[in-house]
């Protein structure tokens, strides 16, 4: 079960056994099923999620019901609704599993004491929450500069997986589009 998380903790290259030995005590294993919800609106984010297989999605629902997906997270990533877990605050947005998935959690307080006793785990943090920082400005950049055959066109070439793994529904509202949209650019390829 954290077989991934060592190997990415290893190829940062800057974790070595005995750092690792002290950060597994704070993980903890969960199995989900497709579809199930990790966090609702108006609950606090108290875990950060490690996805050793499988996909999360961070989305608001607006009050016609209509979903705004906000984030993916596939193998190998951390995840949550990051405004809520850092403010420790209500969170406007959900956290559900599109697929079945497997995952490792750790808890806020957990969390907070890597970074305060491990530099290692703040400069791991840092690196993961500009990273994923650059991929949401790029994103709502090319909600401005781009249309949608441009942006589906960015997704194939950049992050295939989305499309390879997503059900058109969720692909298409991420991309800020319609599923009739989607399927004529999908025809196109």
């Not at 599993?97 to 497997?102: G, H, L, N, P, R």
């Not at 994923?132 to 781009?146: G, H």
């Not at 589906?152 to 989305?162: A, D, F």
């Amino acid at each position: 079960m954290f077989k991934a998380l060592h190997q990415k903790l290893k190829n940062e290259g800057f974790f070595d056994k005995t750092l690792i030995d002290k950060i597994d005590p704070l993980f903890h294993s969960l199995e989900t099923k497709k579809g199930e919800v990790l966090l609702r609106q108006g609950e606090t984010a108290r875990y950060l999620y490690f996805i050793n297989k499988g996909c999360l999605r961070v989305f608001c629902v607006q009050d016609d019901g209509k979903e705004s997906t906000r984030f993916f997270a596939f193998e190998n990533r951390f995840a949550t609704a990051f405004p809520s877990f850092i403010s420790q605050q209500p969170s406007s947005a959900f956290i559900d599993t599109v697929e079945k998935s497997s995952l490792l959690k750790i808890h806020y307080d957990d969390f907070q004491s890597l970074l305060r006793t491990i530099p290692e785990w703040e400069r791991l943090y840092r690196q993961d929450l500009e990273r994923d920082y650059i991929e949401s400005i790029q994103r709502i950049e090319s909600f401005v500069t781009m249309n949608a055959g441009e942006r589906y066109r960015r997704i194939l070439k950049n992050e295939p997986h989305l499309i390879q793994r997503l059900p058109n529904k969720i692909l298409a509202n991420y991309m800020g589009i319609s599923q009739e949209t989607l399927s004529r650019l999908k025809s196109k390829d």
